[in-house]
């Protein structure tokens, strides 16, 4: 398989915040914005593979900023790294001021999908090859949140985890 650049799955979603969607405050309700982030995560996960995939964790959503009523809201999304059958997927989210355009980052997320055939069975995929400094920044990063993923998820133990240990050991 010939590894694919982020671009190749970048997708961007824009849409605005409707009263439906909204928490008492009047902000975009955080399980609505996790439902959006899971959507363009999972286009950019089958673009890259262009297999069925499906969420296999959350790893990372920070709320920074609330987002409220009314607002356009763009979540963006790509393969920030492949392993064998899982992909890392960075989400950044932007709200857009309805009067000067000028967008602001509100929120980002880290999503793990894997590649799946029809029976359900994790299938390879392609390799990623970062292009800009970003993405090689959040490639390079990639490996020691899966081993992080994993041991949280109790499906790692903790003394294999040799690119999270680094990070307290360097
Ligand atoms: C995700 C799923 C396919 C993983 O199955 P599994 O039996 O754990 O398969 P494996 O152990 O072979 O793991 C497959 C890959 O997922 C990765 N993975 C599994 N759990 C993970 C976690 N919590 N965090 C990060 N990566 C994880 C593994 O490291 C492996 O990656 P690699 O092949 O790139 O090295 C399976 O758990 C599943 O189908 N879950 C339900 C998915 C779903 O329905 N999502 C929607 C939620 S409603």
């Given at each position: 398989m010939r590894p694919k650049k982020p671009s190749a799955s970048r997708t961007i979603m824009t849409d605005m915040v409707l009263p439906s969607e909204t928490n008492p405050l009047n902000n975009l309700f955080g399980g609505e914005l996790?439902?959006?982030?899971?959507r363009a995560a999972s286009i950019a996960a089958r673009r890259h593979s262009r297999r069925i995939t499906v969420t296999a964790s959350v790893n990372h959503v920070a709320f920074?900023?609330?987002v409220p009523l009314g607002s356009v809201v763009t979540v963006e999304a790509a393969v920030s790294r492949a392993f064998k059958t899982s992909m890392e997927i960075f989400i950044d989210v932007w709200m857009e001021d309805r009067f000067t355009g000028e967008r602001t980052k509100a929120n980002e997320a880290i999503y793990t999908f894997v590649a799946v055939d029809e029976t359900g069975i994790p299938t390879e995929v392609p390799q990623l090859e970062p292009e800009t400094d970003l993405e090689k920044e959040r490639?390079?990063?990639a490996l020691r949140r899966k081993q992080l993923s994993l041991v949280l998820a109790g499906k790692m133990?903790?003394?294999e985890?040799?690119?999270l240990k680094a990070i307290f050991t360097s």
């Open positions: 996790l439902a959006r982030m899971d920074n900023r609330s490639f390079a990063g133990n903790p003394s985890a040799t690119e």
